[in-house]
């Protein structure tokens, strides 16, 4: 069965960063997309970033790139999320998501992501 758990998240004052965890199981890791995702209270779900399977191609939010990094290591089957210069806008719940297309890319566009951990709570305030 397919299994994504995510991890990391907390309490930050504005400027600090923070490091997301996905650890996954239950598929052949290398083969499949994973993006991350955020939601804030009264907002629409949207993608922050995501890395593709083996090639691991990156694509970013306009409003978190160059901020926020995406990488995998496939001996460890996470994938990560750093944050860096959170700001408050940065305050939401953020999922972790597959992509169930074999060898797939990362649209921006969670109806195409198949499976999702149970999210993490991250909140910038002062």
């Known amino acids: 069965q397919v299994q994504l758990v995510e991890s990391g998240g907390g309490l930050v004052q504005p400027g600090g960063s923070l490091r997301l965890s996905c650890a996954a199981s239950?598929?052949?890791?290398?083969?499949?997309?994973i993006g991350w995702f955020r939601q804030a209270p009264g907002q629409e779900r949207e993608g922050v970033a995501c890395?593709?399977?083996?090639?691991?191609?990156?694509v970013y939010a306009d409003s978190v790139q160059g901020r926020f990094t995406i990488s995998r290591d496939h001996g460890e089957k996470t994938v990560y999320l750093q944050m860096n210069s959170l700001e408050v806008e940065d305050t939401a719940t953020y999922y972790c998501?597959?992509?169930?297309?074999?060898?797939?890319?990362?649209?921006?566009?969670?109806?195409?992501?198949?499976?999702w951990g149970q999210g993490t709570q991250v909140t910038v305030s002062s």
């Open positions: 998501a597959l992509r169930s297309t074999y060898g797939g890319d990362c649209p921006n566009n969670g109806g195409l992501y198949d499976y």
């Open positions: 239950g598929f052949t890791f290398d083969d499949f997309a």
């Open positions: 890395i593709t399977g083996s090639d691991k191609k990156t």
